[in-house]
């Protein structure tokens, strides 16, 4: 004989699991991920800008486009790497004002310096016309 299925009152027992809150968290978690990863990334390069003694003016880098370089040479757009052959396109797609918005060169002091002049010289093929290279002041890590 089989035993029946127990019932409390009017309601039965519920034997499954309900997967909703369960889908909700997930997505709620990926959501966190996507937006933070991007941040991480670009925090954690490691840049050994060069130094210099004095600074003119500290002017805020308002709508910027900031191009790493670390030890290798490999630059780095929005803490992502991008090849060499695919970088003009992606500088092209960042720079929204080519003539008016600066392009912000950030070298490690290792790196050599065809690196930068590469990357400088193809912001200038696409109209850049404020270039920079940054340094950071003479003994603050």
Request: proline share 7%; glycine share 4%.
């Given at each position: 004989?089989?035993?029946?299925?127990?019932?409390?009152?009017?309601?039965?027992?519920?034997?499954?699991?309900?997967?909703?809150?369960?889908?909700?968290?997930?997505?709620?978690?990926?959501?966190?991920?996507?937006?933070?990863?991007?941040?991480?990334?670009?925090?954690?390069?490691?840049?050994?800008?060069?130094?210099i003694k004095?600074?003119?003016?500290?002017?805020?880098?308002?709508?910027?486009?900031?191009?790493?370089?670390?030890?290798?040479?490999?630059?780095?757009?929005?803490?992502?790497?991008?090849?060499?052959?695919?970088?003009?396109?992606?500088?092209?797609?960042?720079?929204?004002?080519?003539?008016?918005?600066?392009?912000?060169?950030?070298?490690?002091?290792?790196?050599?310096?065809?690196?930068?002049?590469?990357?400088?010289?193809?912001?200038?093929?696409i109209g850049?016309?404020?270039?920079?290279?940054?340094?950071?002041?003479?003994?603050?890590?």
């Amino acid at each position: 004989m089989k035993a029946p299925a127990k019932v409390l009152g009017k309601h039965r027992i519920m034997a499954e699991i309900n997967m909703i809150p369960f889908i909700d968290v997930a997505l709620v978690l990926l959501l966190i991920f996507m937006i933070m990863t991007p941040l991480l990334v670009q925090s954690q390069l490691k840049i050994n800008l060069p130094g210099i003694k004095k600074v003119e003016s500290d002017q805020p880098r308002k709508q910027t486009l900031t191009v790493q370089v670390d030890r290798a040479g490999t630059a780095y757009l929005s803490g992502m790497p991008v090849a060499p052959d695919l970088l003009e396109g992606r500088l092209r797609q960042l720079l929204t004002d080519p003539e008016h918005q600066p392009v912000i060169v950030e070298a490690d002091k290792d790196v050599p310096f065809q690196h930068v002049v590469t990357v400088m010289d193809t912001a200038k093929r696409i109209g850049a016309t404020k270039l920079a290279v940054s340094v950071k002041k003479q003994g603050s890590k």
